[in-house]
């Protein structure tokens, strides 16, 4: 029925019947072995979470600009692609939502708890339903710090954490140091403030 594991609504609902107590033991489990989790939030939840109608909104308005006009219409259709939501009942669909806030939750205990997070937005598949680059990156940053989680982890989950995950091959990425590479964002605002403020980057230093 549902031939992409990802694309499966059973899975969000399983997260809504988490036992939160289990969750626990899982975490401390996960923690004390320094298990890497990819978050995956805003893809996993792409259709419940509580910025999906912001997200759907803003996915039409930027395909819709011309400058965008490279897409491929099998991408655009792809990245538009809800469907799923007419495959759930109203209870499935209130199920796969609590999901969504067992899985906050999740997180966000994970990381009080020494965990670390690297940021995984699945995107740009001509397969099945996907999502755009570079504004995935952002939403997944900001619904990390919807759950509670600090804007300066979340940034951490895309620089810092991702290259101490691939190990040695990224020794000279991650972090902004004497002798390491990086793209550096010159933004108006403060991300530390208001994870918003990758909504508008000013340019980019490469």
């Not at 397969?127 to 755009?132: E, F, K």
């Not at 952002?138 to 509670?148: C, K, P, S, T, Y």
Request: charged share 30%; proline share 4%.
């Amino acid at each position: 029925e549902y031939w992409l594991w990802l694309e499966d609504p059973r899975r969000l609902k399983l997260f809504g019947m988490m036992d939160r107590g289990m969750a626990q033991d899982l975490i401390k489990l996960l923690v004390d072995h320094k298990v890497f989790i990819e978050g995956c939030m805003t893809y996993i939840f792409r259709n419940v979470n509580d910025r999906a109608t912001e997200y759907r909104n803003e996915d039409f308005n930027l395909l819709s600009d011309p400058e965008l006009r490279y897409v491929p219409d099998l991408v655009k259709t792809n990245v538009l692609d809800n469907s799923v939501l007419d495959k759930v009942s109203k209870a499935d669909l209130e199920l796969m939502k609590k999901g969504y806030k067992n899985y906050q939750w999740f997180l966000k205990t994970f990381m009080d708890a020494g965990g670390k997070v690297v940021l995984g937005p699945d995107t740009t598949s001509i397969y099945h339903a996907t999502q755009l680059p570079g504004v995935s990156t952002r939403r997944e940053m900001q619904l990390m710090v919807d759950a509670g989680i600090s804007p300066m982890q979340a940034i951490m989950s895309g620089t810092k954490w991702p290259a101490e995950y691939i190990g040695a091959k990224a020794k000279d990425l991650g972090t902004l140091e004497k002798g390491k590479l990086a793209d550096l964002l010159v933004m108006s605002r403060n991300p530390l403030d208001d994870i918003t403020a990758f909504k508008q980057i000013e340019r980019v230093m490469q």
